[in-house]
């Protein structure tokens, strides 16, 4: 079973930059797959943040300045890193694995809340 | 804003059907036959219901199913359960520049 855990820093103060990992069991992320970041604010909808894949990465066109998402297959995780923030940015994040033939996310993390407050 | 749009709620009685609605574009949803539906219910992760417009992932439910039509993808729930209760999400594969959006989310309430 595909399983996603993500952790980090539940606090960030604002114009810093908020740091997240995902440790993936039960599946090689080298195997295949897209593996991303989506967020969603408090009491608000979903918002997509991008993906990593063995040939690159793509992101929300709209905080694709600040982001960035990396990949360590040593350990079978991934990274978010996300710059200058703000209270905007205050969010549960979830990390999902996309499926690159259908952009739909079939597992998900749990979740973690980041408050970006000073 | 979201980029594509949801009725904010929907309510139905157990044992009715329901459908939600998620309006898009000619670049999104129109376009292509990747529309995915997120159950979510407080506090938890959301759950994928339907992809690729009409598909069920193993262990959902028949009660669920997509459809499209134009720009215009729905949800239909049939036999509505209390455990039903929850957000609904729609998503759409929406380009090479864009890539992903959801709609704005459908609370769906079980009178």
């Known amino acids: 079973q595909v399983q996603l855990q993500e952790s980090g820093p539940g606090l960030v103060k604002p114009s810093e930059t908020l740091s997240l990992t995902c440790a993936v069991s039960g599946y090689s992320i080298s195997s295949g797959y897209y593996w991303g970041w989506i967020r969603q604010p408090p009491g608000k909808g979903l918002e997509w943040i991008g993906n990593?894949?063995?040939?690159?990465?793509f992101y929300n066109p709209s905080l694709k300045s600040r982001v960035t998402i990396s990949v360590d297959t040593s350990k079978n995780q991934f990274s978010l890193k996300l710059s200058s923030v703000t209270a905007a940015d205050t969010a549960v994040y979830y990390c999902?694995?996309?499926?690159?033939?259908?952009?739909?996310?079939?597992?998900w993390g749990q979740g973690t809340l980041v408050t970006v407050s000073s | 804003q979201s980029a594509l749009t949801q009725p904010a709620s929907v309510s139905g009685s157990p044992g009715q059907s329901i459908t939600i609605s998620c309006t898009g574009t000619s670049s999104d949803v129109g376009s292509y036959n990747l529309v995915s539906w997120y159950q979510q219910h407080p506090g938890k992760a959301p759950k994928l219901m339907i992809y690729e417009g009409t598909k069920r992932p193993s262990g959902v439910s028949n009660r669920f199913s997509g459809s499209k039509s134009g720009n215009t993808a729905s949800l239909t729930i049939s036999g509505l359960q209390a455990e039903d209760e929850a957000n609904y999400y729609c998503s759409s594969y929406a380009g090479s520049s864009t890539y992903v959006v959801f709609g704005g989310g459908t609370k769906l309430t079980v009178l």
């Open positions: 990593i894949y063995h040939s690159g990465t």
């Open positions: 999902a694995r996309l499926k690159s033939t259908g952009y739909y996310s079939d597992y």
